[in-house]
């Protein structure tokens, strides 16, 4: 699976938008973009991914550059609880769910 | 709909003891999977599992063993505890995809081992 590049840190004052950028120059063309966090140590939560169209949910948009070498996690709203370790993971399919885990970007959202 | 549920919490464990951490989903989720956390670190992938009776070894395999007999467990055996393996382990679970099943993780809330 393609490597990925995020900033280690990044901070938001809260009910700004938080736009979490991530490097994936690599990337080859059956390959997923995810995104996940990780609150305070717990578990990992799936926020969103995608192929090569933007993508929205409930939690998140993802915007994803035409040559998909580079994507956005955009929080729109953020809020003290958005406060967590972000991580970008590039995966194809098959061979089971194995995610490669960077460092991530630790978000801060502050007053 | 309990999810991913990983047992126990918290271990601390003597150099050379053996113990087994418990992982199951209620999901029907064919791919499990292991993964240790150490501090300030991503999570890196100890072994995995794309069915019942298929594992397969991730980027850290050695000191531990798993088995997958059905498809709702998924426990991680540590033969021989060492210092080193002293880190928060979570278990992951997902759907394959096929179908267009949606394919994002599920994860535990982990298993805190300190091994002295």
């Known amino acids: 699976d393609a490597k990925t590049t995020q900033p280690p840190s990044m901070d938001c004052a809260e009910g700004r938008a938080a736009n979490l950028p991530c490097n994936h120059s690599t990337i080859s063309g059956n390959e997923y973009v995810y995104w996940y966090r990780q609150i305070h140590s717990q578990g990992p939560q799936y926020i969103i991914h995608?192929?090569?169209n933007n993508e929205t949910n409930e939690m998140a948009s993802l915007i994803i550059t035409e040559d998909r070498k580079s994507s956005t996690l955009i929080l729109p709203h953020a809020t003290l609880r958005d406060t967590a370790v972000y991580y970008c993971i590039v995966r194809g399919t098959g061979g089971g769910n194995k995610l490669t885990f960077g460092t991530g970007t630790q978000l801060k959202v502050e007053l | 709909n309990a999810g991913v549920t990983q047992t126990p919490k918290f271990q601390v464990l003597k150099t050379g003891q053996s113990m087994t951490l418990q992982c199951a989903q209620d999901?029907?989720?064919?791919?499990m999977s292991w993964y240790r956390q150490d501090p300030g670190m991503g999570l890196r992938l100890i072994h995995y599992s794309v069915g019942a009776g298929i594992t397969d070894q991730g980027e850290v395999p050695n000191g531990y063993n798993v088995s997958r007999s059905t498809t709702e467990d998924f426990p991680l055996r540590l033969l021989s505890a060492a210092p080193s393996q002293t880190s928060v382990y979570f278990c992951?679970?997902?759907?394959?995809?096929?179908?267009?099943?949606?394919?994002?993780?599920?994860f535990g809330q982990g298993t805190r081992l300190t091994v002295v």
């Open positions: 999901m029907n989720h064919e791919y």
């Open positions: 992951a679970s997902s759907y394959s995809g096929t179908g267009g099943r949606r394919t994002e993780a599920f």
């Open positions: 995608g192929l090569k």
